[in-house]
């Protein structure tokens, strides 16, 4: 195989790496507020996709717009998430929190598929198709999009948790809940903004790939892909969610090159068994002993 | 007053298929194969808090070692075809319950959905086996010279497996280990503190479960007489979680009253399988949010409504710390 190939395998590889670090941080932005796995994220990015869409559909507005809308409607609909159910289960175990989560991503699906059907759509996308040659090496568009558009997202994140209020606020509940409260930190105002944050991080990460693997009902799935990231990085940790992704990304994309085809998709999952059983707080986290 | 109540129900149960059309009978088979999982289930998640997403792996993994079994040794009785898939599906159980003895919370759901996956994939792979993608066509189940070949038949089997079961768990849950195992959900490190082996409880809990799914899956071949992998998906598990939270986390009534509502309601939406995952997913957020404890924990308030009180009461329950 030649070394330009191999770049553009790799190149893609971190496009869809990008797409997962995406779902994995938000995965994260929620776990560290509420401590619990949010098994809807998946749902409520292809609910604020499919919100992005239908606007489209009907009135031609430029793709920026269409962003925004999509943006918009994960705001909303993760604030009412936070608000109408979440908030009510305040006293509930983590276990409890994960099975109405669990619950939630049944309900969003079947009403996606009861709103638009369970059809697959084509999403317009931001970024062109020819492929951009530099040198011998030829890149897609998409792919290079997806990670700069990522990427500078990311770095938007960045800039959130460590010179905002609001996120140095979120870091400190993270890290003790009580303590922050003491502090003088509303945490239920942390907890609705990580969902509100979280649920508009998927959305970003829903309009940048859904060009690439079709609007449907079913889009919500990959976000395993971003658990997985996330717990290849360690989960809670958010560069790790995105060292994971892109880790994710790459060797999914380069192992139908060197293994029989009837595993390649199990990979991601024969992944998370393999690092569950070497590292289990990943590559980046840190191993943490429980508290009495 | 309370055995009279048993007996009437015994015998409603045993009289079942004089009384109702051949579909109902069938249905109640399904019903006994699903509680029969939901108290496998509920013992690794209710009683020790490992919730699994994967437990319709160890059903596909049950389900085909006794349909082939069954077709390999076309004489074997359906005994010996049950045992095979009781004792393979514990084997599997204990594999996979060891590394995730390390695992807690998300991390084992994110483990044992994995396994879920995997497993499907296996029986695709395997198709010299399992005839992949085809299906496998599940002979009658044989018990001496006769062929459990009508759904009364399948329905009396079902039913006795059914009984031994539930019976041996009823009893389980009253043992030491039993109490060990609640005390490791209640906590962990007191439970480790009163000179419980954790690590061994929790394996055993695994292997148990796997065990009781892997007969009820040994039960489904024969009830449903035809195996396709598609019909082991992770929403199957799901299902499964759902009965045991309806029914009530820690208690095997519990199990079976969430396994019988959720099969019929599962059955009477058949025609409506838009509105299947919306109902599900509302039963689940409604029973956690409005019935913590499910049906059992309503039932005893029903019945002692002085004495009666929640399983934990709301206050004392731990916040996300």
Known sequence: MTTAALVHVVVSGLATGSIYALMALSLVIVYNATRTLNFAQGEMLMVSTFAGWTVYAHVKLPLVVVMLIAVAAAALLGWLIERVIIRHAIAATH???????????????????????????????????????????????????????????????????????????????????????????????????????ASVV???????????????????????????????GGFGSMPGAVVGGMLLGVIENLAPLYLPSSIKHSVPFLMLIAILLIRPAGVLGRVTRPKV | MRSLTLAMGAAGLLLWPWAAPRYFVFLASLIVVNAIVAIG????????????????????VGAYTAAIVATRAPGAPVVVALLAAALVTALVGLLLGVPCLRLEGLYL??????????????????????????????????????????????????????????????????????????????????????????????????????????????LFAFVVGFLSPD?????????????????????????????????????????????RPLVFGAILIASMLFMPGGIASAARRLRAPLAGHPRVAPGSRPGPE
């Open chain 1, 95 to 197: 276990f409890d929190l994960l099975i109405i989560t669990l619950g939630l991503s049944l309900v969003l699906r079947a009403a996606a598929g009861l709103a638009w059907t369970h059809d697959e759509f084509p999403f317009p996308s931001f970024f062109g198709t020819r492929p951009i040659a530099l040198g011998p090496v030829r890149l897609a568009p998409v792919s290079l999009g997806i990670v700069g558009a990522s990427l500078t997202l990311m770095l938007g994140l960045w800039a959130l948790f460590t010179r905002t209020r609001l996120g140095r606020a979120m870091r400190a509940v993270a890290q003790n809940q009580r303590a922050a409260r003491l502090v003088g930190i509303s945490v239920e105002r942390v907890y609705a903004a990580s969902w509100v944050l």
């Open chain 1, 202 to 232: 998927g959305a970003i990460a829903g309009v940048l790939i859904a060009p690439v693997i079709f609007l449907s009902s079913q889009m919500g799935f990959v976000t395993i892909n971003g658990f997985i990231a996330a717990v290849l």
């Open chain 2, 41 to 60: 289930l509920n013992l690794l998640s209710g009683y020790t808090n490992q919730l699994s997403f994967g437990h319709a792996g160890f059903l596909a």
């Open chain 2, 109 to 218: 759901a994110m483990a044992t959905l994995a396994f879920g996956f995997v497993v499907v994939e296996a029986i695709l792979n395997l198709d010299g086996l399992t005839r992949g993608n085809d299906g496998l066509r599940v002979p009658a189940a044989r018990l001496g010279p006769w062929a459990l070949a009508t759904d009364g038949a399948r329905y009396y089997l079902v039913l006795v497996v059914g009984a031994a079961m539930v019976w041996a768990a009823l009893n389980l849950v009253r043992t030491r280990t039993g109490r060990a195992l609640l005390a490791i959900r209640e906590s962990e490190v007191a439970a480790q503190a009163s000179g419980i082996h954790v690590a061994r409880y929790k394996t055993l809990a695994f292997v148990i479960s796997a065990l009781y799914t892997g007969v009820a899956g040994g």
């Open chain 2, 231 to 275: 019909a082991f998906d992770v929403f199957l598990s799901v299902d499964f979680i759902a009965m045991i939270i309806l029914g009530g986390l820690g208690s095997v009534p519990g199990s079976m009253a969430g396994a019988a509502v959720l099969t019929v309601l599962n059955d009477s939406l058949a025609g409506f399988q838009n509105y």
